[in-house]
């Protein structure tokens, strides 16, 4: 079975500053996919940003930037130039590369942002 | 952009009563995902339709049931309602894609409290 970790339950960042949360999982599977989604005080749940296993380049999304290292099963995220609206709990999530598959989700981590 | 809509945002109910709630997928996904999230956990993956068929199932209790209409719409029967029913309950939706690349977009939820 799949599962996905983040080990550090709780990160402080300060404001304009650069932090980088943890993420490791455990599949047998070549084909897959990684998420981080990002769920706020509202509890919505926000696509940060998504990662093909067969890519070798780490997907960007403006702020956000992951570092994905395949072999040793491991994907985090990097915020740089922290917002305060980037207090959040934030998910790493997988999916198996077959069709219409479900999400796993790891426990999350809540990160503060101190102004 | 449209988003998932859930339907409604907030309900409560007493214990062994019934429950349904709804969900309207972005326009043109055909794919429907459930999830439950309880108090500082993970969300946990309940069930999916594609095509008005049951993709997959997780941790779905026999007092619960879905399905997916005509128009793509999913409604989570919920009955004989417990205590630990209490949660938010999140539909996302996706299309279906060839390359299997589908990404979930989730809805606000719907939060559940069961007295």
């Known amino acids: 079975a799949q599962t996905v970790t983040q080990s550090q339950p709780e990160m402080s960042v300060q404001e304009a500053e650069t932090v980088t949360l943890s993420c490791t999982y455990d599949?047998?599977?070549?084909?897959?996919?990684l998420f981080w989604y990002k769920q706020p005080p509202s509890r919505q749940m926000i696509l940060v940003i998504r990662?093909?296993?067969?890519?070798?380049q780490n997907a960007t999304e403006n702020r956000f930037s992951v570092n994905f290292q395949k072999a040793a099963k491991s994907f985090s995220l990097k915020i740089s130039d922290s917002q305060l609206g980037d207090a959040a709990m934030y998910f790493c999530?997988?999916?198996?590369?077959?069709?219409?598959?479900?999400?796993?989700f790891g426990k999350g981590i809540t990160l503060s942002v101190r102004p | 952009a449209a988003g998932v809509i859930q339907s409604p945002r907030h309900l409560i109910k007493e214990k062994r009563e019934t429950a349904t709630l709804k969900c309207y997928p972005i326009?043109?996904?055909?794919?429907v995902y459930w999830y439950q999230q309880g108090p500082g956990q993970d969300p946990q993956f309940l069930i999916s339709?594609?095509?008005?068929?049951?993709?997959d199932k997780g941790s779905i209790p026999d007092r619960f049931s879905a399905q997916q209409f005509s128009d793509y719409h999913s409604e989570l029967n919920m009955s004989s309602l417990e205590l630990g029913d209490s949660a938010l309950y999140f539909c996302?939706?996706?299309?279906?894609?060839?390359?299997?690349?589908?990404?979930?977009?989730f809805g606000p939820g719907t939060r559940l409290l069961v007295l």
């Open positions: 326009p043109r996904h055909d794919t």
């Open positions: 996302a939706s996706s299309l279906h894609l060839a390359g299997n690349g589908e990404t979930q977009y």
């Open positions: 339709f594609y095509e008005k068929m049951q993709s």
């Open positions: 990662q093909e296993a067969y890519k070798q």
């Open positions: 599949t047998s599977e070549s084909d897959y996919y």
């Open positions: 999530a997988y999916r198996w590369g077959g069709a219409n598959s479900k999400l796993t």
